[in-house]
């Protein structure tokens, strides 16, 4: 149990690191006042919309809250409240972090990339650092107060929670706000984008900062305290206290092999996208390495090391493999890319094909990792793996958040107009974060499927099922629902971006009628009240599949029983697995087909394959940016219901 | 066993009444040399196609059955070929009587729609009489020779066969013969649509024909059987002989009913598609009326009876539900229409979701049949409430045979200027074959749902699986990978579309230029070869997702074991009818929300809404009339494959 001490320590650890490095970015030069004007607007935006979520989050997490301390208990809802409260406060810092960096980066890279680069880096760390360690704090001192495991479970639910406004809040804001100025602005009106007269242009750069920094980050520690939760319980049965602090501990050394990690990020030979690469790999080495050394300090069966090991191995094939389908120079998008040469349809029904197929090799690999964790170690092994390709996840954080910060960069140094040599090198920045996010985006994607095997599997131990028979009909019938809800909320997800999208051409509309001057520049719009009401919408769609993830889980556990609900939880498993892979692929298959054709190929910009292309993107744009990401968050919340409720469900269900 | 007699004498009379309606048809008159010129036109490159099928069919089928008789045995074998010949005889003659019946409707229009009606009814209950009787003869005399279910599992399997090449290859044709007529005529050279001069053009004609037409029959008719096979195999664990003979005999009482309730088929009140509902209902009533007498005289538990009616109250009620998220009067083709203001990319996006959502109501009905169906007898229950929809599949078919029917005899009156009162009456008819669609695709999605289930039920009693146990990691795998195959299968379908459609735009650009005064008119455009492109592209993509689904279920079996196989079985039926709803549901919002702006909302024809919904139809034309359709075909062929090849799985899987 004394060991047990240096987990909150390295979170502490980290999150005095991140200070440091927001200190140490917040200390450079913020350029001219120009480029100061720009991020600034970016920043209030973006505060605005943050002030807006957590309001309507603080509103949600209290009634959620009663309803834990009334139905379960108080220490739960308490647990849950802490939660939301210390993942929001993570993601505010960090969203500070990056707004403070981009235009810092974009001044530096007047200096060079090696002068840049680090500054970028540094302020996507903040995020990564301070969300980790805030995370490992809770959870121990949770544990340490109380010893029980179901209050953990209120911790995750509140992460959880936080996770959805970001990601699917977040989501349905940014496509909005960029559905709203592009329609209006560009089509109706002609002109370009990001032109400070269209009202709400502000909303869209703020959309890249809400829906891709803050979210982003939620949804990998969203994962990342389930995985942990899920072990625990896991390894309790296996191996009693030791097995519930082997995660906690494992959590600990990720975070000291993240921080040291992170002086391998140095760039050599002008490659940025290889110094953040190297970055993962050494902390995935650095960290194999404790972890080796923990197992057997603790005495613990060695297998339970190679299950942490299968799960690192099998983020990076997956990651790679991943990559093949989305990039720029592949057969997927090129075919795509032809085919808008016929017209919008045809490249629509390719790269739906394209996103659905490329679900084949991550599934393959996440089935590889399942068969050899459990293999190793049965279930504890699937959850403990999952947490061993979470524990780096400070670092991966760090090198994700760094692409939407350079994208920023690369945005106000075109607007402040800083010239084609700053531009260059704020391309290759950019460049950069989408090397390093196939990799990010494996681990992501396999931590996730394996950190809700788990928590299906927790889910199994909490109930008392030990067969789950799926020639049971009530199994059947319960994997059926299941398999629908992925599929229906993202629907539903998607067509909250399309009415909210409505909300706003018609403001846009209405400040262009109603202002004198603004369309010949003379007059200045009102970006806040285009980002107000792209937030307001976002939050107001947000609510039904949120209620939807949690009620629907409740009711089938009470009127269909624990084991229709365990095939509840597992058919979400799978087909939300199959959506978010496809939704996501087929998203960047889209984007990048868009690119390749601007680049030049098949007509350029302005050509009809080019517009048929354009299509492809506004469809894609929701896949990616709202329902894919948000799907994996929804699966979490709904196991965490189950497990949480499964006191009241195993008492009061109409069916065993 | 003498009461088995019965069944092939049903189904002889099934067929003696298929022959007595073609020659009523034949002898209806067939209108003026203009119309017989254009039903001709159709009837040869419809026939060009068949044959073309048919060889590629009987290569595959040679090539499966040698394969089936070295690693089963000799008589499966035989069953396959008799299984593929059967159906394929019976589509053959049915697709003649169609392509009689259309010219004859269109001709027998003038003198009202009492006049027509008939003829276009009877003419599509050829197919289905034919269809059912050939299938019920075939099983019941292989059952009398052999007495051994895997025997009758081949010939299931050989109707397969025919289902995935009628199902898949007719829609890959039907669809490359849309696009090709349409990318070159109408969008290159602006030539209207169905002109003459497209050398593509009756390639297209024919597509309806062989999608619609030929396709249709072969996939009830392959549930149908499939279903049968099931439930004797499962009713033989549950009552012995008898519990083998109930699904037989209720096939026989099916077909009774559907005879007796095509005299219900009469128009009262300018309404036909009320006769096509009346005869359904009719025929469920008579049936459900004989079943009750035929479980009372056997002595079978009445909850059989029961199991039996859940099945039919579900189908009815699943296709009125369906119909609401289709239907051009109701919300969600309205909204699709309305968001085509926006542009194209909105409209896929919001038919998309409303494809999606529309699976909850039917998958809910499926549910409730499922518990239903079990809750009265077991696995046998939803194996017999299977049997129990699809017995009456001879009045569905033929109710479901008449929408593509008086479609074309729509085709033939426009095209040889009948003139407006005609055109009327033809109208009423086609809009009646909508209304008849609502319930029968009800019966299709209900019936084909609970048929697989009762395969997996099948094939867990042929391996010997009591309990597949969702919390081991071989059958979680299995799932995965299940899961995976219909939507992978559906993306190369789609994919196929593309390429082929390529091949037949290079061929009708050639012609356009390589024919001297084809454009002008003043010369014949090659419409064989068209066809032949088409067919020859669509028989070639046909094979991998063929292959696939056979190669893939053998390999999992074999290297995973018997559970996982199992595991993937269950898989793919959840996501299999989760696809199957959202691409045909999606597929038909499109097509209604662009009739909807044809009608003249929203700008009509010819506005940008207009040539947004277009779009939408396009990406919404593989969905629902070629990936849709096969998702069905090949779950049954993948269950098909498992169960025949289980005594290989069992004896050489590297895992048990």
Redesign the interface.
Known sequence: MELLTIVPVAGLASIIVAIYLYFYVKKQESGSPKMREIADAIKIGANAYLKRQYKTLAIFVGVMSIILAIFLNINVALAYLLGSASSALAGFFGMASALKTNVRTANAAKKGLNNAFPIAFYGGAVMGLSIVGLALIGISVLYYIYGDLNVILGFSFGASALALFAKAGGGIYTKTAD?GAD?VGK?ELGIPEDDPRNPAVIADNVGDNVGDVAGMGSDLIDSYIASIVAAMILGTVAYGATGAMLPLLLGALGIIASIVGMFFVKVKGNNPGAALNRGTFSTCFIFAALALALVYFLGINLNVFYATLAGLVAGIVIGITTDFFTSIDRGPVKKTAE?AK?????T???G??????S??PP??G??VA??VA??FAG?FG?AISAVGMLSVVGMIISADAYGPIVDNSRGIAEQAKLGKAVLDITDKLDAAGNTAKAVTKGFAIGAAALTV?ALF?AY?EIVD?K?????N?????G???G??MP??L???L??S??KN??RM?EEVRRQFKETKGLVQGKAKPDYARCVDIAAKGALKELMLPSILSIAVTIAVGLTLGKYAL??YL??SI??G??FAL?MANAGGTWDNAKKYIESGKFGGKGSEAHKAAV?GD??GD?FKDTAGPSINTLITVMSLTASMFAPLIVAYALMV
């Open positions: 559905i329609l089509v085919s016929t017209g919008a349809a045809i629509i029904l390719s739906f094909s394209y996103g659905i197929i679900a084949v599934i393959i996440i089935s399942t068969i459990w293999s279930v699937i095997l599997a199994a099922i067969i789950l028979d799926l020639m009909p009530y199994v059947i019938v994997v059926f629902i398999a629908m599929p229906v993202s629907a539903l998607i067509l971006v399309g999208a409505f051409v365990g095939g597992g058919g799978f087909t697995i199959i496809f299509v506004t469809v929701p």
